[in-house]
């Protein structure tokens, strides 16, 4: 009985292995990868984890992405940015913790929304992003920029170069970028 059991069960297991490999093709790479940037300045941490799409020759703002309707910034999962130390974005105080950004792309700017809820996902079933305003928590505007390279995989990047902290995002030929700033005493 035990013998038949475990041939049984042999033979389940190796079917799910094949299904899993030639049916949902788990070892190939993923279309989205997984990504990550991070910056340390002094005792402040910044996190960001996301989801980089590909272009791979498609009209990117404005059609796969379209305009004026909420994105969850990136793909997959939702995008997640996290704080140890309280921030002022745009003369607006971000608590130390941790986010979801969302963003609704337009044609000369984006809007950028810091949403205090943690989601599952970035969309729902019906590929409607999962996004809730009553969690908003900063939601600023910002222009975009034109950049003369292509960017194949959208990027989320910390930029310190100047000593003025941004958080850029970058696909196609498009860029934008949020400042910001340790809160001191003196700010909000």
Do not use: H
Not at 114 to 133: A, C, H, I, L, T
């Amino acid at each position: 009985m035990l013998k038949r059991l475990l041939i049984i069960l042999s033979i389940l297991a190796l079917g799910l292995l094949l299904y899993s490999v030639f049916v949902e093709n788990i070892f190939s790479p993923r279309l989205s990868p997984k990504d990550s940037a991070k910056i340390s300045l002094n005792d402040l941490d910044l996190k960001v984890e996301y989801n980089r799409p590909s272009k791979r020759e498609r009209e990117i703002f404005g059609a796969l992405v379209p305009f004026d309707k909420v994105w969850r910034t990136g793909a997959n999962e939702a995008t997640t940015f996290s704080t140890n130390k309280d921030l002022v974005i745009d003369g607006m105080l971000l608590k130390k913790g941790k986010y979801t950004i969302w963003t609704v792309p337009m044609d000369k700017s984006w809007k950028v929304m810091f949403n205090s809820k943690q989601y599952d996902w970035g969309v729902n079933e019906r590929m409607v992003p999962m996004w809730d305003p009553n969690y908003d928590v900063i939601e600023i505007e910002v222009p975009t920029k034109q950049i003369d390279e292509t960017v194949e995989e959208f990027t989320i990047a910390f930029d310190n170069t100047t000593g003025s902290l941004k958080l850029s995002m970058a696909w196609d030929s498009t860029k934008v970028e949020v400042p910001i700033e340790e809160r001191t005493s003196k700010k909000p």
